[in-house]
C-alpha cells in the first residue's frame, strides 16, 4: 500500500532547535544579564574524552574538564556503537548549522560533487587533526581544540584560549564548505566525526588500545604518541576500506527490497548522501541515524530500523543517554590533579583534609600551582584537587596539623588599598566585621571591587579566624550606616571591568557579626597599620623611611619623620 509521506523528522528537528535555541539564548543573555556567567563547554564530549585521555597518561584532568563532561564522552562512545552518531546527527551545533547552510546551497543550486578520490584524501585531514589535537592536549594537559574549534571560538567571544587566525580559519572553511560541498566539516575536517567513526570500529580501538596497556604493564613503555598514531592512521584505513559496509550498529536502518519502489527519495533526503536505496542494511561509516530517510519513504514498513517500526528509538536513545550521563557525572568526581610525595608510610598514616568552595581551583594550571605551594609546606604529603566544585584535598601529619592549623596555612591575609588619604591628618573609622564564605585570594579581589564601587571606603585588611576577620576602613572618620554595609557585602553578585573585558560574578558572602561602634583611628596609625616601614639609603647621603603595603598593590605614598 502506497501512501504519500511528506512528514518532517520531529524527533531531530526537536533536538536541533533545542540546542541551537539554548545556546542562542545563553549568547544573548550574556549580553542582558551582567552577572550571567555561561559555560559553553560543561557538557562537551569531545572535551571530555581528551581529559580522560590526559588523566590516564597524566594523572590529571585537562583544562577545567570534570567528570560531567568524561561521562558524556564515555556516553558518545556507547552511542556510536548501540546506534550510531546520534551526537553528530541530533545534538552537534555544527553539524545542525552545516546542514541548514547546505540547504541553501542546494536552493542556490551552487551544490557540487567531487569524485571518489578527492572524498577519500579530504577525510584523511580530519584524522590529522585528531591526532594533533590529542597529542598536544595529552601533552600539556590544555584543551588544544580550543584554539581552532569554531563553536567553541564564537561561543566564547574568541577569548584568550582561541588562536584567532587558526579560529578564522575554521570558520571560514565551515561556512564556505558547507554551502558547496555536503557537511564538509563534518566528513573532511571535525575531529570529534573521526573519533566517532574510529568508535564505529569499537573492535579496532579496543583490541589496539588494550594492546598497548598489556605492552605497558609488561614494563616495557611505549609513548602514547605512537598508540595516537596507530588509533589514527588504523581508523582512515579502516574509513577508506570499508567505507559503505561497516559493521552495523546493534540499531540500525534497513530495506524491505519487496516492498521498495526505487523512488530514491531517501537517498536524496539523506544529510550524508548515502545511497539508501541501494543497500539493505544502512552500513555506511557517514550514517548517523538522523531518520530523515526514515520520513521520506512512501511505502509503508519499507525504511524501517531493525526491521521495525521504531522511529522513535534514536531520539529516545539519545534522550536515555544524555539523563544517564548527567547522573553519572554528578555522582562521581574525578580529581583534576592527584598527587602525592610522602613515602608509604607517611602517606598510610596521614590525614586528609577538604576544603571547598575555593574560587582560585579551577582548572589544570591553577591547580598545579596550588599544589607546587603545598609541597613547600612540611608536613604535606599529597594534594588532589577538583575544579567541578572547587575543591582541595590535603593529606597531611596529623601529628603537626588539625583542620584548624590547615585552614590558616591555605588562608591569605590581605591588605588592600582602595584609595589613598588626602592628608596625613585626617581621621579614618573601621568597622570590623567577620564573614563566611570568604576564604581564598580572589574572595579579596571580589570585596576589593564591590567595596570601591558601592562605598567610599579607603581600604581594608582580612585576618584569619572561623569566621574570617575584616576590617574596613573609611576616610574622614565617616562612618556609613551598619545595615547599610552589611547589605553591601552580602551583595549576590558582582560586576566589574579588567582590561577591557566585563566579568560577571556571583557572591555567596554571608556576614556573620559587625561591630555596633566604630573605632577611629589618626591618619598616622592608619598608615602605620596598612603599609610597611623600610629604610634605605639612597645615593649615599639621606636615609629616607618610605612606607609601603604589605601586599605590593599600591604606590609608595609618602615619608614618614
Known amino acids: 500500500m502506497s501512501v504519500n509521506s511528506k512528514k518532517n523528522n520531529l524527533y531531530k528537528l526537536f533536538y536541533q532547535f533545542a540546542v541551537i535555541g539554548l545556546l542562542s539564548y545563553m549568547g544573548i543573555r550574556l549580553f542582558a544579564d551582567k552577572i550571567y556567567a555561561p559555560d559553553f563547554e560543561a557538557y562537551c564530549p569531545f572535551g571530555g574524552l581528551q581529559a580522560l585521555g590526559s588523566y590516564f597518561t597524566r594523572d590529571s584532568l585537562s583544562c577545567a574538564m570534570t567528570s560531567m563532561q568524561i561521562m558524556m564522552g564515555i556516553m558518545l562512545f556507547a552511542g556510536v556503537v548501540l546506534f550510531s552518531k546520534l551526537f553528530c546527527g541530533y545534538i552537534c551545533p555544527l553539524g545542525t548549522i552545516s546542514e541548514w547552510i547546505g540547504k541553501l546551497g542546494d536552493k542556490l543550486k551552487i551544490r557540487i560533487s567531487i569524485n571518489r578520490i578527492a572524498d577519500l584524501a579530504l577525510r584523511l585531514l580530519k584524522y590529522i587533526l585528531l591526532f594533533i589535537t590529542f597529542y598536544f592536549t595529552l601533552k600539556s594537559s590544555e584543551l588544544f581544540c580550543k584554539k581552532f574549534d569554531p563553536y567553541y571560538a564564537v561561543a566564547s567571544g574568541f577569548n584568550s584560549d582561541v588562536v584567532i587566525l587558526w579560529s578564522l580559519i575554521a570558520i571560514s572553511l565551515f561556512l564556505v564548505g558547507s554551502l558547496f560541498l555536503r557537511l564538509f566539516w563534518c566528513k573532511y575536517l571535525c575531529p570529534l566525526g573521526a573519533l566517532s567513526n574510529i568508535?564505529?570500529?569499537a573492535w579496532w580501538f579496543a583490541g589496539v588500545s588494550a594492546v598497548y596497556v598489556l605492552i605497558n604493564l609488561t614494563g616495557i613503555k611505549i609513548p602514547y604518541i605512537y598508540l595516537l598514531i596507530v588509533i589514527s592512521a588504523g581508523g582512515y584505513l579502516l574509513e577508506v576500506l570499508k567505507k559503505e559496509k561497516v559493521k552495523p550498529s546493534?540499531?540500525?536502518?534497513?530495506?524491505?527490497?519487496?516492498?521498495?519502489?526505487n523512488c530514491n527519495l531517501c537517498t536524496k533526503k539523506c544529510p550524508q548522501g548515502i545511497d539508501v536505496a541501494n543497500m539493505e542494511k544502512v552500513t555506511h561509516v557517514d550514517c548517523t541515524l538522523c531518520g530523515d530517510c526514515l520520513y521520506s519513504c512512501p511505502e509503508k514498513d519499507t525504511l524501517l530500523i531493525n526491521r521495525k517500526n521504531r522511529k522513535w528509538l534514536p531520539a529516545t536513545a539519545l534522550t536515555a543517554l544524555i539523563a544517564l550521563g548527567l547522573?553519572?557525572?554528578?555522582?562521581?568526581e574525578l580529581p583534576t590533579i592527584d598527587l602525592k610525595w610522602g613515602d608509604a608510610q607517611q602517606l598510610a598514616d596521614a590525614g586528609t583534609f577538604t576544603k571547598s568552595n575555593l574560587k582560585n581551583i579551577k582548572c589544570f594550571g591553577s591547580s598545579t600551582a596550588f599544589a607546587n605551594q603545598m609541597k613547600k609546606v612540611?608536613?604535606?604529603?599529597?594534594v588532589?584537587?577538583?575544579?567541578g566544585t572547587h575543591t582541595v584535598k590535603i593529606l597531611y601529619d596529623k601529628t603537626l596539623y588539625d583542620d584548624v592549623k590547615l585552614q590558616k596555612i591555605l588562608f591569605v591575609p590581605e591588605k588592600r588599598i582602595l584609595k589613598n588619604l588626602k592628608s596625613s591628618s585626617d581621621s579614618v573609622s573601621v568597622c570590623t566585621l567577620t564573614i563566611d564564605n570568604f576564604f581564598d585570594p580572589l574572595d579579596a579581589t571580589y570585596l576589593q571591587y564591590l567595596l570601591k564601587q558601592k562605598t567610599s571606603a579607603c581600604g581594608y585588611q582580612s585576618e584569619f579566624a572561623c569566621p574570617v576577620i575584616i576590617r574596613i576602613y573609611f576616610p574622614n572618620g565617616e562612618q556609613p550606616d551598619i545595615k547599610t554595609l552589611t547589605d553591601i557585602i552580602g551583595s549576590k553578585?558582582?560586576?566589574?571591568?579588567?582590561?577591557g573585558n566585563d566579568f560577571n560574578i556571583e557572591l555567596n558572602y554571608k556576614v556573620i557579626t559587625v561591630s555596633e561602634n566604630y573605632k577611629v583611628l589618626s591618619g598616622s596609625d592608619y598608615s602605620r597599620e596598612m603599609y610597611m616601614?623600610?629604610?634605605?639609603?639612597?645615593n649615599k647621603f639621606t636615609t629616607f623611611q618610605l612606607m609601603y603595603c604589605q601586599n605590593m598593590r599600591s604606590p609608595w605614598v609618602g615619608i614618614l619623620n
Open 199 to 201: 568508535f564505529k570500529f
Open 378 to 382: 612540611n608536613g604535606i604529603y599529597g
Open 384 to 387: 588532589s584537587t577538583y575544579v
Open 533 to 538: 616601614s623600610v629604610s634605605m639609603r639612597f
Open 327 to 332: 547522573l553519572m557525572g554528578s555522582l562521581y
Open 493 to 499: 553578585s558582582l560586576t566589574y571591568e579588567m582590561n
Open 250 to 261: 546493534f540499531f540500525h536502518i534497513t530495506r524491505n527490497t519487496d516492498s521498495c519502489i
